[in-house]
């Protein structure tokens, strides 16, 4: 009975010291501790950082996009602080605005919003406010050049639906409205429509291709940026380095990188750093590898001669 007993101590012991060390998972692994801040993050060690409502609010938002609703602009009343944060709830738990210090959360937006304000901007040289002012201008492509149908066995184009450049990461292709569309769960392939019907579909469309990898053993924009990621040395080699630059890369691919400081990339790190300066955190810490002008494309669009 005695020997029955202290074994019955040694065990409760054990479990007590465990338990005072903040209990551990299988194999010995720490249980990394979760969190939950209401409706905006649930279930995520990121949660328990500060969300991206602690540091970036209405009045930021409307300084970054003063002239959205302005009487010229083609999306009047569309895009709104609240829609960015609905759809920020989404990706908060997997580290969009949440990775890192304040610092870090807060150029992690700012790069994202510099992304979607150069490709919804409708400012020009001599704009009211100058043209950084504009973004989120547009909400879909005015005068699509072709209907961008594209045979594909997986997202076949349908019947009378048109796949032109729509939402804050403009989408454009039959292929990618579907690959998008399952990645959030919304079906895009048959109504392509919600990106310019409902400004929280739109923006949870870009932070899904902001905080997805494209392609098996390629990063994504997020990861390259919050320094989730580190260079191979072919990536070294092909001067893609952590920094807002290789977000360029994955995005956009050589439609902006490795040509040099052509004004379509210069115009996006322009909005990436205007933002910066609006939230208080200044051009000064954009952070290292900000442009794209001399990096090989992960996956360039053309394919080399061959004899």
């Known amino acids: 009975m005695r020997a029955m007993l202290l074994t019955m101590r040694l065990l409760l012991a054990v479990a007590v010291v465990a338990a005072m060390a903040g209990g551990w998972a299988e194999a010995g692994k720490p249980k990394l501790k979760t969190c939950d801040k209401g409706w905006e993050c649930r279930g995520s060690i990121y949660c328990c950082n500060e969300t991206i409502t602690d540091y970036f609010q209405v009045y930021q938002f409307e300084n970054l996009f003063s002239k959205r609703n302005a009487p010229v602009s083609h999306a009047v009343g569309f895009w709104d602080y609240q829609s960015f944060i609905t759809a920020a709830s989404l990706f908060e738990p997997l580290g969009f ?61 349908i019947e009378g639906v048109e796949y032109y450049g729509r939402g804050a990461l403009p989408v454009y292709w039959n292929y990618n409205y579907g690959l998008v569309g399952d990645g959030i769960k919304v079906d895009l392939l048959n109504h392509p429509e919600f990106l310019e019907q409902n400004a929280t579909i739109a923006f949870q469309a870009a932070m899904w291709r902001w905080m997805t990898p494209m392609k098996k053993k ?36 050589d439609s902006i990188c490795g040509q040099g400081f052509i004004d379509s990339m210069n115009n996006i790190i322009s909005h990436y750093q205007y933002y910066l300066d609006l939230m208080g955190v200044g051009r000064g810490s954009s952070g290292d590898n900000v442009d794209c002008a001399e990096q090989v494309p992960f996956n360039p669009s053309y394919k080399a001669a061959t004899t």
């Not at 997020?222 to 893609?240: A, E, I, M, Y």
Request: a neutral charge; one cysteine or more.
């Open 218 to 253: 390629q990063p994504s924009a997020h990861d390259v940026f919050v320094g989730n990621w580190k260079p191979t040395t072919n990536d070294t080699l092909s001067k893609r380095l952590p920094g807002f630059g290789l977000t360029m890369n994955i995005l956009y691919g």
């Open 97 to 157: 605005g949440t990775t890192g210090d304040k610092l870090t959360k807060m150029r992690e937006v700012a790069a994202f919003l510099g992304h979607v304000g150069s490709k919804t901007s409708c400012g020009y040289g001599v704009a009211t406010g100058g043209p950084l002012a504009w973004g989120l201008c547009y909400n879909h492509e005015m005068s699509p050049s072709q209907d961008y149908c594209e045979k594909d066995y997986l997202y076949p184009c």
